[in-house]
């Protein structure tokens, strides 16, 4: 997929902007946070006295008349998974928006993996698996990712986390870090499915939120839509019923999402998109260091 001139210069000036970043998440404890895949086979050598017997590989040792064991080593490299919402919800923001906001919070991550070694992959979705990279390692691999964040058009507006999870679940065949950017703006059930993606993959949800979305400003009659669906609505933004009624629907569904992510046993931490969304991370990975 080719992107436009100003998408690459995008992408190059956010290389350029984020490599003092980089070198600041290593110094936050990235890697230990966020550890290989763990063991993988490297050699065989003869058995010694006292070496563990279930360590044997018998069609080696009958190959060569003599008890061979297999050495395995720690793998170093690990997988991430960037999971990004593109959904119309997304192009929300006041000071900032909650796409470009997750966009250089996931590009931090695929530039950090590349500075590491690590493979990482990107799924865009809304109600339907968007688009795919797969997971690869190496630095032009790492700016595709970023730049296909910056430049993929979507086909729908609304979402559903379901599609997006079932294709994870059935393209991820080795344990990797999944990183699911999204605000939650779902109806769908996905407490099942994700907790299903938990089991098999270490997921971080990424919760994106606006000031917008829990203190509506008071500027009288206006006609909302909703960014997902088109339906559109008049209300009177100044009135205290009003304001009570967002306020409380909003926190409760703020609350319903940390319920719903707590039963499907994954990890995550908010993104506000009035702060340093930088600081927010590394305050999550300090917290997941030292547990």
């Not at 490297?42 to 061979?68: C, F, H, L, Q």
């Not at 119309?88 to 000071?95: M, V």
């Not at 400003?217 to 006609?223: N, S, Y």
């Not at 304001?243 to 629907?249: G, R, S, V």
């Amino acid at each position: 997929m080719s992107a436009p001139s100003s998408v690459l210069k995008k992408v190059r000036f956010l290389e350029l902007k984020l490599r003092q970043r980089v070198r600041d998440l290593f110094a936050g404890g990235y890697r230990s946070a966020f550890k290989g895949q763990g063991m993988a086979f490297s050699d065989y050598r003869k058995y010694v006295p006292g070496d563990d017997i279930r360590a044997i590989n018998w069609p080696m040792t009958a190959k060569v008349g003599e008890p061979y064991i297999k050495i395995f080593e720690e793998e170093r490299g690990a997988t991430f998974m960037i999971v990004m919402d593109v959904s119309g919800s997304f192009d929300l923001g006041t000071k900032n928006f909650k796409g470009e906001v997750a966009c250089e919070l996931a590009s931090l991550i695929a530039l950090s993996a590349q500075r590491n070694q690590d493979s990482v992959g990107l799924l865009l979705f809304s109600d339907r698996v968007e688009h795919y990279v797969p997971p690869s390692r190496g630095f032009n691999h790492s700016l595709r990712v970023v730049r296909d964040l910056y430049s993929f058009s979507r086909k729908s507006t609304q979402t559903d986390l379901l599609p997006a999870l079932d294709f994870l679940n059935s393209v991820l065949k080795k344990r990797c870090h999944i990183f699911l950017f999204s605000d939650f703006f779902t109806s769908s059930q996905f407490t099942k499915q994700l907790k299903i993606t938990g089991q098999r993959h270490d997921v971080v949800a990424g919760i994106v939120s606006d000031p917008f979305e829990t203190e509506f400003p008071p500027l009288g009659l206006m006609e909302l839509e909703d960014a997902e669906t088109g339906k559109r609505l008049v209300v009177d933004t100044a009135s205290s019923l009003f304001i009570k009624e967002y306020k409380e629907k909003m926190e409760m569904r703020r609350e319903d999402v940390k319920t719903d992510l707590r039963r499907s046993g994954v990890d995550h931490f908010f993104i506000h998109t009035d702060k340093d969304a930088f600081k927010q991370l590394l305050v999550f990975i300090k917290k997941r260091r030292e547990r």
